[in-house]
C-alpha cells in the first residue's frame, strides 16, 4: 500500500515539529547534536594521546615514472624526526603491498615506480605535524618519467604504455570485462523497433571530499601485542578483518574505533595507504602515530567516484512503449582497482540500468581499464554505482522523448513497471520488492505545478528566456545484502545487533554499522524503541568500536537501515518475546493469554492486570523466580542475512533557469518525491535527501577531477573542484509515498543515497530542456558556464 | 616565540612558532577542538573563529598575528550553562549532520545575527557562502538561523522547549519545537 504525504517548504509542517515524543518512529531531535553544537564531537584528529608522534607522507608529483633512487638521509637527521620508512623499507617486512576490495594489490608505498600523481612514496614520522612536513622537503627522491596514460579510450591501444607490469604477464592495461542480460534477445528487439535512439554519455570524474579528510591515530603497545586503531572508517569490523590479514596481527588484538565521522559518502569505505602506514609507524617507533591527510591528499589519491564513459540505445515503438535498452561501458579504474563493492558485482550495481521500466530485453557490456589515475571507483553515495546506471537511463529516456517529440514526464508514466508486476524481475535479473511508480510521478507533478511550468516556459521561450524542466526517475537497490550472492573479500555482507535491557529498563543497543552523520543514535534508538516500548531516550547506540559492538559490514550503500537497522528491530522482537515469558510469570497467565501494547504486556481482556517492559526488566534480574528453563537477564543478540535487497524509488522535477547571455545555469526550484518504505524519522529523511539533492547539483553543474595530458590532477584543492555553496541550490521541496519493503521486517528501504543518486540527470535534463530552442539533445556534466556556452553556439564536447 | 592573547575571555600565553596557524594553536596547544581544519585554502570555513568579534578563518591567521587580540571559539558560544539560540536552531531545524562544519557555520551565524537581527533567507546564503556543509543542502541552517534569530526577536512565544531541554548537558531534544519561523511570519 502506499500513502503520500506532501510536505513543500514554507509550511510549518516541513519543520521538525516533533509533533510528539515519540515511542518509536516519527519525528524526533537528533540524540546526538547536544555534543555537535557544543564543539564537542570527537573526530579522529581530535584524539590526543601521550608521545603521540605525527605521520606525514611523501607523495609522487608525476603520475607515472620510475623510482631510480630515494635518498632519505637528510630527512632522517632532522633533529624531530623518529623514522623515515620508504617501500623498500616496508617490502623487506612484505608490507609493501595490500591487497584492495577488489582483489587486486595497490602499493602501500611505491617500491618500483609510482602510477598516479599523489601516491605514496614514502613517510616521516615526526615530534610534530609541522616537523614532519618540513622532513619530507628533505628527502630526496630520482623519478624516471614515463609516458602517462591519461585517455581511458587510447588506454587499451596496442602502443599504450603498461600501467601494472607488477602484475606477473600483464601486456596492456586491461583490468576487467563484464557484461549481463541478453545479447541477441536484445539485438533483436532493436532490429525490430520503429525508433533507436543512441547517445553517447559521460559521467566525469568526481570526488566525495567529506569536510572531514582521512586520517587516523595508531597506538600499538608492545608489551601486550595490541594494536589501537582509531580511524576514519565506514567499516570498522570489516577494516579490523583485513589489518589482520594483511598486517599479520591476530584479530583479537586489534580494536578499531571509528568515533565521530566527519562526512563519509563512500570516501572512507577503502583502507588507505595511510592508515596502514600509521599502523606501520607506531609499530616501528612504539609510540601511538597520527596520520591526517590534506585536503589535497584526500582530493588526489582517496577514491573517486564514477569515471564512466557510457553509449546508451534505447529501442521503442512510434508511440512510446520503451523496448530495450543497450549500453557499452567504458569504465576509468585507475592504477589499482580499489573498487569497494561486492566481490561478484565487479561494476557494482550497475545492472539496474534498466531503470523503472518494463522492457523486453536489455544488454550492457563494460570493458575496465587501468589508467595513470588515483584508484576508487565506488564512492560518493553512489549506491554501487547505481547514480551512473540511472544517469544513463533517466538520460537516454529523455533524448527518445526528444526524438518521439513527446512529453518526458507522459514518456515515464507510460512506461513504469506496474504495481500488479512486483515482485518484478528485470531483466537483468534483479529481483524489484515493491513499487508504485506513477503515484510518486504524480504527485511530484502536482507538488512542482507540471502544467503550469510547461506553460510558463512556451511563454518565455518566445521572449527569447531559457527555461528548462527537468523529470527523472529513479529506483535503487540497496542494502547489500544477500550473503549468497555478496561479499567483500570472503565476507559475507550480514550485520550483528546486541540488545541489552538493564534491571530499570533502560538499554543499550550495539551495531556494527558506523554513522558518519546520517544520526544512528537517533534512528536506531527509535526502531528499538517501536519494538520494545522503551523511550528512545532510554536507549543508549553504541557503535563504530570493533571490541564492544557485535561483527558486521559497516555503513555504505545506503545498507545502515535496510541490513543493521533490520537487526535492531529483529533483536528487539527477540528479547520481547524473552519478556513475554517473564510476564506470563508475573501475571501468572499463560503467554498466550498475553498482548503486547507498546511498553506493556497486558492479561488478554484485562486490561488492568498488566506489567511494563521496566518491570519486566527488574523481574528478569531479581531475585524471584522465571518461569522454568528461562535463563536469567533480558538480552539478545542476532546476525541479519538480508533476503533481498531493497528497492527505494523518487520522483524528481528540477526548474533551471540559463542566462542567455552568460551561460549561467540556476537551479531555481527542485521538487523530490522519494519513497524508502516505512519512515523511521521523517527529519533525519529529509535531511539526509537535501544533502543528496545538493550532490547532484555538484555533480551536474560544478564537481569534476580532471587531469593534463601529462597526468597531472588539476582537482586537487577546493579551489580547483568547486563544491556546491548556499548561493548555489535552492531551497528544497521534498515530498513523499511509503511503499514498504515486503521483506524487511519493518518495511524500511533506506534513504541515504536516494537523492545523489536521482538528482543529476533530472538537472541535466533540465538544463538541455532549457537549451531545445539551439537544437541541443544532450550536453554531458559538468555543465558549467563555459561548457553550456559551447553548447548553445552548436560545439558540445566531452569533458574528457 | 611568545604570544598572549585572550581566548573565550580568557588570558593565553605560550611559546609557539612564528609560522604557527591559529586553528593548530586552539587545536593542538589548547585543546579547543570544537574548530576543525577542512582544507588548505581557506574554501571550507570549517576553521570560522571570531578574531575581536569579526568571524574569520582561522587556517588563515597565524596565531603570532591574533597577539594582543580576543579570539572566541564555538566552546564559548554557550554562557552559564544556556546554549545560544544559535545552537539550539541547529538542534532544533536538523541543522546538521556530521557536526564537521557546525561550529564554523554556527560562528558565522552568531556574528550575522549581532549585526542583523532579522536577516532574510537570502542575507543568511550570503553570509555563510564562503563555507561548505557536504550534508544538509544548507536549507536546514537557513532555517536554523531564522529559528534562533526569531527567537532572539522574541516571536516566538512559548520559544524553544526544543533548545530548552538541549540546553540539558547531554540531554537530547524529544520535545515538541515551537516553531517561531512560522509564528514570526519569517517563511
Redesign the interface.
Known amino acids: 500500500m502506499t500513502t503520500t504525504d506532501p510536505r513543500p517548504p514554507g509550511l510549518p509542517a516541513d519543520l521538525p515539529d516533533n509533533d510528539h515524543k515519540p515511542l518509536g518512529h516519527g519525528r524526533m531531535h537528533r540524540k546526538e547534536d547536544p555534543r555537535f553544537v557544543r564543539g564537542r564531537g570527537r573526530y579522529v584528529d581530535d584524539v590526543q594521546l601521550p608521545g603521540m608522534l605525527h605521520l606525514a607522507i611523501l607523495r609522487s608529483p608525476l603520475a607515472h615514472a620510475r623510482i631510480v633512487s630515494i635518498d632519505t638521509s637528510a630527512a632522517a637527521a632532522h633533529p624531530k624526526v623518529e623514522a623515515v620508512v620508504t617501500g623498500a623499507d616496508l617490502a623487506a617486512q612484505g608490507l609493501a603491498w595490500m591487497p584492495t576490495l577488489s582483489n587486486d594489490v595497490q602499493a602501500v608505498l611505491a617500491t618500483d615506480k609510482v602510477r598516479f600523481q599523489g601516491q605514496e612514496v614514502a613517510f616521516v614520522v615526526a615530534e610534530d605535524r609541522y616537523a614532519a612536513r618540513d622532513a619530507l622537503e628533505l628527502i630526496d627522491v630520482e623519478y624516471e618519467p614515463l609516458p602517462p596514460v591519461v585517455d581511458v579510450r587510447t588506454a587499451l591501444a596496442p602502443d599504450a604504455p603498461v600501467i601494472r607490469d607488477d602484475l606477473e604477464g600483464k601486456t596492456d592495461n586491461h583490468c576487467f570485462d563484464w557484461e549481463t542480460g541478453d545479447r541477441a534477445a536484445t539485438d533483436a528487439v532493436f532490429e525490430r523497433a520503429d525508433v533507436v535512439v543512441s547517445q553517447d554519455l559521460v559521467y566525469p570524474r568526481s570526488h566525495p571530499a567529506p569536510m572531514e579528510t582521512c586520517g587516523s591515530v595508531a597506538d600499538y603497545d608492545r608489551v601486550e601485542g595490541r594494536l589501537t586503531l582509531w580511524s576514519t572508517t565506514q567499516a570498522p569490523h570489516a577494516h579490523r578483518t583485513l589489518y589482520a590479514l594483511v598486517a599479520g596481527l591476530p584479530e583479537h588484538k586489534i580494536r578499531v574505533i571509528s568515533p565521530d565521522i566527519g562526512g563519509g559518502f563512500g570516501n572512507k569505505v577503502p583502507i588507505y595507504p595511510g592508515y596502514v602506514c600509521s599502523v606501520v609507524a607506531s609499530i616501528v617507533t612504539g609510540k601511538p602515530v597520527k596520520w591526517m591527510e590534506d585536503r589535497s591528499e584526500n582530493l588526489m589519491s582517496t577514491g573517486f567516484a564514477r569515471d564512466y564513459v557510457m553509449r546508451g540505445e534505447i529501442a521503442a515503438t512510434r508511440d512510446g512503449k520503451i523496448l530495450a535498452i543497450r549500453t557499452h561501458v567504458l569504465a576509468d579504474h585507475g592504477a589499482f582497482n580499489g573498487t569497494a563493492a561486492p566481490v561478484k558485482y565487479p561494476a557494482g550495481f550497475f545492472g539496474v540500468f534498466t531503470g523503472s521500466y518494463d522492457l523486453e530485453a536489455a544488454y550492457c557490456s563494460m570493458t575496465a581499464v587501468h589508467t595513470n589515475k588515483a584508484p576508487g571507483g565506488v564512492a560518493y553515495a553512489c549506491s554501487f554505482r547505481i547514480t551512473e546506471a540511472v544517469y544513463l537511463v533517466e538520460r537516454i529516456v529523455d533524448c527518445l522523448a526528444d526524438e518521439l517529440g513527446m512529453d518526458p514526464a507522459e514518456l515515464r508514466l507510460r512506461n513504469f513497471i506496474r504495481p500488479e508486476q512486483f515482485p518484478y524481475r528485470s531483466k537483468t535479473g534483479w529481483v524489484y520488492d515493491s513499487g508504485e511508480y506513477e503515484t510518486a510521478m504524480r504527485l511530484a507533478m502536482d507538488m512542482a505545478g507540471y502544467e503550469d511550468l510547461r506553460r510558463e516556459q512556451a511563454e518565455k521561450r518566445e521572449r527569447g528566456e531559457l527555461m528548462g524542466v527537468g523529470v527523472a526517475f529513479f529506483t535503487e537497490a540497496v542494502g547489500a545484502g544477500p550473503r549468497k550472492d555478496m561479499d567483500i573479500l570472503g565476507l559475507g555482507m550480514n550485520d550483528g545487533c546486541e540488545l541489552r535491557v538493564h534491571p530499570t529498563g533502560k538499554a543499550v543497543v550495539r551495531l556494527s554499522v558506523q554513522s558518519q552523520g546520517q544520526g544512528h543514535e537517533t534512528t536506531f534508538a527509535q526502531i528499538v524503541a517501536e519494538e520494545i516500548g522503551i523511550p528512545p531516550d532510554d536507549i543508549d547506540v553504541v557503535h563504530g568500536d570493533t571490541d564492544n559492538t557485535p561483527f558486521g559490514l559497516g555503513t555504505y550503500g545506503s545498507r545502515s537501515t535496510p541490513v543493521s537497522g533490520a537487526a535492531a528491530a529483529l533483536v528487539a522482537r527477540k528479547v520481547r518475546d524473552k519478556a513475554r515469558i517473564i510476564a506470563s510469570g508475573m501475571l501468572e497467565v499463560s503467554v498466550a493469554d498475553l498482548e503486547w501494547e507498546k511498553g506493556s504486556f497486558h492479561v488478554a481482556g484485562d486490561p488492568s492486570k498488566s506489567v511494563t517492559i521496566q518491570q519486566i526488566a527488574m523481574a528478569a534480574h531479581g531475585a524471584g523466580d522465571l518461569p522454568e528453563g528461562l535463563e536469567g537477564a533480558l538480552e539478545a543478540q542476532i546476525c541479519y542475512n538480508p533476503e533481498n535487497l531493497t528497492y527505494p524509488f523518487g520522483a524528481y522535477i528540477c526548474v533551471v533557469d540559463v542566462d542567455p547571455g552568460t551561460a549561467v545555469v540556476k537551479v531555481r526550484r527542485f521538487v523530490a518525491v522519494d519513497d524508502c518504505g516505512t519512515r523511521i524519522n521523517p527529519m533525519i529523511i529529509e535531511g539526509q535527501v537535501h544533502g543528496g539533492l545538493t550532490d547532484g547539483v555538484g555533480m551536474a553543474l560544478m564537481e569534476m577531477v580532471a587531469f593534463d595530458e601529462e597526468g597531472n590532477c588539476l582537482g586537487g584543492s577546493l579551489m580547483d573542484y568547486l563544491i556546491p555553496t548556499s548561493l548555489e541550490v535552492p531551497d528544497w521541496e521534498t515530498g513523499h509515498t511509503v511503499t514498504p519493503s515486503p521483506h524487511h521486517p519493518i518495511g524500511a528501504k533506506g534513504i541515504g543515497e536516494s537523492a545523489t543518486v536521482g538528482s543529476p540527470p533530472a538537472i541535466v535534463n533540465a538544463v538541455v530542456d532549457a537549451l531545445k530552442p539551439f537544437g541541443v539533445r544532450h550536453a554531458d556534466m559538468p555543465l558549467t558556464p563555459s561548457r553550456v556556452w559551447d553548447a548553445m553556439r552548436g560545439a558540445a564536447t566531452p569533458p574528457i | 616565540m611568545q604570544v598572549t592573547m585572550t581566548v573565550n575571555g580568557e588570558p593565553v600565553t605560550r611559546e609557539v ?1 612564528g ?2 596557524l591559529l586553528v ?1 594553536f586552539l ?2 596547544h589548547l ?11 581557506s ?2 570555513g ?1 576553521c570560522v573563529v571570531w578574531l575581536d568579534g569579526e568571524p574569520v578563518k582561522s587556517c588563515t591567521v597565524l596565531a603570532a598575528m591574533a597577539g594582543g587580540h580576543e579570539v572566541r ?3 564559548d ?2 554562557r552559564d550553562g544556556r ?1 545560544d539560540p544559535v ?2 536552531g ?5 541543522g ?8 564554523g557555520m ?1 560562528m558565522t551565524a552568531r556574528a550575522l545575527l549581532d549585526r542583523n537581527p532579522d536577516p532574510s ?1 537570502q542575507e ?3 553570509a ?16 536554523s538561523v531564522r529559528w534562533a534569530a526569531a527567537v532572539e526577536r522574541g516571536e516566538a512565544g512559548e520559544v524553544g522547549e ?1 533548545g530548552e ?2 540546553d ?10 515551537a ?1 517561531p ?2 509564528t514570526g511570519g519569517a ?1
Do not use: K
Open positions: 612558532e609560522r604557527l593548530h587545536r593542538d585543546g579547543l577542538t570544537g574548530t576543525h581544519w577542512g582544507c588548505d585554502t574554501n571550507c570549517t571559539t564555538v566552546e558560544l554557550e546554549l545552537q539550539r541547529f538542534v532544533a531545524c536538523h546538521l549532520q556530521c557536526g564537521f562544519c557546525t561550529p554556527m533567507e543568511i546564503r550570503e555563510i557562502s564562503g563555507q561548505i556543509c557536504r550534508c544538509t543542502g544548507y536549507a536546514t541552517i537557513v532555517r526544543a531541554a538541549a540539558e548537558a547531554g540531554g537530547p531534544d524529544v520535545e515538541p519545537a516553531e519561523v512560522a517563511q
